[in-house]
């Protein structure tokens, strides 16, 4: 079994003291701090970018973990990864034939890499890189928005995924986003899930550090 970990999602902070907001993750037990990039072209919003990653990793010695939902990726991820990012993932849906060289470049950059898939997205579309990938990043939402309902359907591929690993002695991690919180925590970690975000379950929670031991331990 995997290690189990937390990523709250920093798109439910308070973008006006995204400082505090990160130093409050820390000092209650996250693993790692998500940070949902939008462009509001290959998703309806737009977040923040390369600076914001910038700023964070001089504030935190967290892992930073950038989803980028954004058109193009691969002009952009070597520049997320010198600003800080630990781990960078593309959506399969927006490199479709530059997956795995976007993904080389994540790599080569000195970043872990991964390929996310949209709820409507088979894992057969990221099969060819799956052996190079550090994790695989399955959406449980349509991505755009925190506080959406979560997909069960998806489980289906997280349970996939877990069983392609170990028939094959791939190591990556299995992330699920989107409408995860305590109640359905422990669903998505027997179908094979090992890395959590969670944006309103954390951030909507009164106790924050309750709310990542819920989410682990559940
Ligand atoms: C959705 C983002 C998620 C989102 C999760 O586009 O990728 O990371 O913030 O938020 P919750 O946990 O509220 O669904
Ligand atoms: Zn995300």
Redesign the pocket.
């Known amino acids: 079994m995997k290690e189990i970990k937390i990523a709250p ?1 920093i ?2 902070a308070d973008f006006s003291k995204m400082g505090e907001e990160v130093k409050s993750l820390e000092e209650s037990g996250a693993d790692l701090v ?1 940070c ?1 990039v939008m462009d509001g072209v290959f ?1 309806n919003n737009i977040t923040f970018g390369i600076k914001m990653v910038e700023d964070l990793r001089k504030i935190t010695s967290l892992p930073l973990d950038c ?1 980028l ?1 954004i058109v193009e990726p691969q002009k952009y991820v070597e520049r997320f990864v010198k600003a800080g990012a630990d781990i960078v993932t593309v959506h399969a849906e927006a490199c479709k034939e530059r997956l795995k060289d976007t993904l080389m470049l994540i790599k080569d950059a000195g970043a872990k890499c991964g390929a996310v898939i949209n709820p409507d997205t088979p894992v057969s579309a990221i099969s060819k890189v799956l052996p190079l990938s550090d994790m695989v990043l399955v ?1 449980s ?1 349509f ?6 309902k979560f997909i069960p359907e998806v489980l289906e591929k997280v349970r996939e995924l877990r069983s392609l690993a170990e028939e094959n002695g791939w190591n990556f991690d299995i992330e699920i ?4 919180s305590p109640s359905n925590a422990a669903e998505v970690k027997s179908a094979g899930a090992n890395v959590l ?5 954390v951030f909507k929670a009164p106790d924050r550090r309750q709310a990542i031991e819920a989410l682990r331990k559940n």
């Open positions: 999602s798109l439910s998500h949902d998703v989803h939902m959406m939402v991505p755009g928005f925190g506080g959406q986003d989107g409408g995860i975000v969670a944006g309103s379950a």
